[in-house]
């Protein structure tokens, strides 16, 4: 993504505090608008968050993206393939949520969309385990959860869930041009043993070569082009569908990390950046997860902090922030974090 404007600056810093990742909903066939759930439809205080007709059946167990999942997925793909021609003006920048809990920051990000309702649109894939409360389902994301399937961490249907966001906000609206920052890294140190525990050369040949291997953030942002390029991708795919090697899993398998900037990297080199936006402290890391900030420690210094980079560019994006952070992040928003 190339534009600076405060409103795309502030948007990737904001990806973190959600913990979400920016990846884009499935909708019902084109046109008529996004898939209602029960939470739309009902005045429960606890919601379903996806559509009770699809199966959750065929994950717990497989490490990977069962093969019931896939004919609905392809046919969703070919539909955004064909609908995805360049976005119309005025430009929009879709701002895609997948989670697993609560939307905890969607105050927060209330006060991001104030005033821009024209320039985005907003798309949930929650898990259909979760039930979400729905007091914390602010305005911008009541009608905007997608019908969704079962996602786990280090698993391929992480990207499963990405690659369906990005579908459905191609086929949503024509506007939509950003899906928000691919990064591609080559030479980082744990990249051996994360292409070992996808099953090596012997798994991996001939698609994807050790060479061509790629990791980048779990939070990223795609113009329109690539992400048509993403929901019509079936080579690279079948390699990262499958399951890391068990011994492996719970600490080197990451699918998400690697299979957007791998096929990014191999199909337009030249249209990645090659550097890193996501501050993350490692200090006191727990099972593959950064420190976690709390309330005690959000102040417009942490902020600054957290911009601050040995690149040429600042980090936009910091990992992670408990929930409990909310109050302090809204008292600083206008002052701080949305001052660029």
């Known amino acids: ?54 199966s959750t059946s065929g994950l717990a167990g497989t490490g990977g993206v069962p093969s019931a999942d896939e004919p609905d997925d392809l ?56 039930r979400l409360n729905r007091l914390l389902i602010t305005p911008s994301f009541r009608g905007r959860f997608v019908a969704a399937k079962p996602t786990r961490r280090a698993d391929a249907s992480l990207l499963a869930a990405a690659r369906r966001l990005l579908a459905a906000a191609l086929l949503d609206d024509p506007s939509n041009a950003y899906f928000a920052y691919i990064e591609v890294l080559t030479g980082e140190p744990q990249m051996p043993s994360r292409y070992a525990a996808r ?37 690279l795919w079948r390699k990262f569908r499958a399951p890391c090697k068990p011994e492996a899993r719970d ?31 490692w200090t006191g ?19 600054r902090e957290l911009r601050v980079s040995n690149n040429t560019h600042p980090y936009m994006f910091a990992r992670k922030f408990a929930p409990e952070c909310l109050a302090p992040l809204l008292d600083i928003a206008d002052s701080v974090i949305f001052k660029d």
Request: proline share 10%.
């Open 199 to 235: 099953g090596g050369e012997a798994a991996m040949l001939p698609e994807v070569p050790y060479a061509r291997f790629r990791i980048g953030s779990q939070f990223f942002a795609l113009a329109r082009r690539h992400a048509a390029l993403v929901v019509r991708e079936r080579r």
């Open 251 to 281: 600490h080197e398998c990451y699918p998400e990390e690697h299979y957007f900037p791998t096929l990014l990297d191999m199909a337009d080199p030249a249209g990645v950046a090659r550097y890193t936006l996501t501050r993350v402290n």
């Open 1 to 54: 993504m190339t534009s600076s404007s405060p409103m795309v600056l502030s948007l990737l810093l904001l990806l973190s505090l959600t913990a979400l990742l920016l990846l884009a909903p499935r909708l019902s066939p084109p046109p008529p608008p996004v898939a209602v759930t029960a939470a739309d439809k009902h005045e429960e205080e606890q919601v379903p968050a996806a559509s009770a007709r699809l």
């Open 75 to 130: 046919a969703l793909f070919r539909r955004a393939t064909l609908e995805a021609a360049a976005a119309a003006a005025p430009p929009k920048v879709a701002f895609l949520f997948l989670t697993t809990t609560d939307l905890h920051f969607a105050p927060l990000w209330e006060r991001f969309f104030a005033g821009h309702e024209s320039r985005r649109t907003v798309y949930v894939h929650a898990d259909p385990s979760s």
């Open 285 to 303: 890391s727990v099972a593959g997860h950064p420190h976690t900030y709390a309330a005690a420690e959000v102040s417009p210094g942490l902020i």
